[in-house]
């Protein structure tokens, strides 16, 4: 499941933007993520287990600049 973060979680590795829903690679993170943005808009929410796999069970598309491989 995804829990909505109101700052950058610690010990998380994925990252999801509810807007885009789109999920960043916090190990990998490039200024495009944007990652400050995301959780200033209130947009942030981590996953339970924080893996890509869960992310992409629950409908978020990569990253396009810390992950990339786009599935849509
Ligand atoms: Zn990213």
């Known amino acids: 499941m995804a829990t909505p ?4 979680p610690p010990g998380k590795r994925y990252l999801g ?3 885009k829903k ?3 690679d916090l190990h990998n993170e490039t200024p495009q993520c ?3 943005e995301i959780i200033a808009a209130g947009h942030a929410v981590v996953f339970d287990p ?3 796999g869960q992310a992409h069970r629950e409908g978020y598309d990569n990253g396009a600049y810390c992950i990339g ?4």
């Open 50 to 52: 924080d893996t890509l």
């Open 34 to 36: 944007q990652i400050n």
């Open 22 to 24: 789109e999920v960043h």
């Open 17 to 19: 933007n509810t807007n």
């Open 5 to 8: 973060v109101k700052g950058r």
């Open 69 to 72: 491989g786009s599935k849509r």
